[in-house]
């Protein structure tokens, strides 16, 4: 017969050996949670099982590393909000726990200022999946009252599915912010282009027509085209952004700086083809080194990271051929003479157009090897400020306001005193960048403002700060000089007699240079200021 519930069955028995159970984890998690913290996102198991069977498995998936702890439901019952928000802080495993308990984890963590995940599949998870900022439910074991509670669903109930969410979602954001930086530099570029020659009474360096070509033929379809970009190899070694906005600070200051970078040579470019040739040549420089740069940023503009010569992993097809159709349609204006006309342009020769594509060039490498620019651009300025002290203390020994071992002696101190600042500024620099007193982009702001500032003056000539002029026969004079001559006379500085002499000097001055241009042009050479 049965035996009774109170009879004792378990005698004369012989152990033959022990059975054990065990649901291991799947062997794509430990990689899936190192990638997680590669990209700067905790992980954190909350089970039912027992605290030593949770360490266990949180030891295999490297989820519990050493310094973590671990806490179980009763000791949760015995904490207060206040002393769970600092224990969430560096707790990595929590077992026996039932739902209540996950709605707190998933408030504590919120109150130290996570965005905070939360995975279930049970009624009972209900509560913690609606709290959490993202809710994950299953989509094969979960309960319908779990999926109407969450956010999100996997249909595979497969953690690396959380994974692959987090790349995909890093990789669409990125995109956007590319597209928009792309474009809103573009347009800062042009507003500081007009907003100069406006300012200095300037003709328009970019005519109507030009300006709408940029923008429809260069910039609108590499956007599109940046809108499909594959996502970086990088992307999941970044930590996460928490910003509100698409342009958040630093990204701000960068499309900022790459605009007033592309107006600045642009603007260069207008003056050299004005000077050079005409109106005309120097709005046609102007508008090719916006449309080339345009395109050829579209390139570097995949990555904030990876340099445009430097880029593995999945190729955007569509960006290649957008790329080519903007250069072919910017060639064709460039190129063919009804186009020219009409864009009020006009022909470039072999020296101006390696000019324009070099700014073209140089500006994507001013964004790709910020660093290396920024020293190249200082050394450049430095050049620039010896040469032009150098020709204005030639031009004032010329003009009679000191001998010319004065002058030259002043230059020869100037320009030394410009290395030994250079040596400071550069020590100066480098410190500030190591102790995050200043950034790069604002270092290489200020070596092309210097750049182009005296790149400005040199191609001015210097007529802007009136060193000298020509008077109605084509004689180089200066009545600074001169008045500067007079000055120091009524002041005391010169005795009677230079001052009686300064009118006749100034007069053998103006005979002598009259001399000297009638001697070159005997000679066949063509004089210049």
Known sequence: GVPGDEEDIERDLVLIGLVGMMDPPRPDVRQAV????????????????????????????D?????DLVVTGAELDEMDDAALDEAARNTSVFARVSPLHKLRIVRALQHAGEVCAMTGDGVNDAPALKAADIGVAMGITSTDVAKDASDMILMDDRFTTIVYAVREGRRVFRN????????????????????TAVALNWNAPLTAVMILWVNLATASRPALALGVEPASRHIMEHPPMRVNNLLDGPLARRVIFQGVFIAALALVAFVIGQNAGS???????AFGVLGFSQVLRSLNQRSATDPVWDREGARNRQLGLAAAASIALMLVVLLVPPFIDAFGGTTMDLGQWALVVGFAAFIVLGETAGAYVAYVVAIAARFAFCL???????????????????????GWIFVHLGDLLGVVTLVLVESGMAAGAFSLDQVAAVSIALLVGATMFVLSDGRAFAFGARNEDGVLHDAASKRSTAARADAGGANADEAASAPALAADIDELTARILELAERGGLTPRE
Do not use: W
């Open 34 to 61: 190192e990638t997680c913290r590669t990209a700067g996102v905790r992980t954190v198991m909350i089970t039912g099982d027992h605290a030593s069977t949770a360490r266990a498995i949180g030891r295999e998936l």
């Open 388 to 410: 032009i002290t150098q020709m204005y203390f030639a031009r004032y020994a010329v003009q009679g306001a000191a001998t010319p071992v004065q002058s030259y002696g002043l």
């Open 63 to 67: 989820i519990f590393r050493p310094g």
């Open 279 to 285: 109106y005309e040549l120097g709005c046609t420089m």
């Open 176 to 195: 956007i912010q590319k597209v928009v930086s792309f474009l809103v530099a573009d347009n800062v570029a042009q507003i500081v282009v007009l907003l």
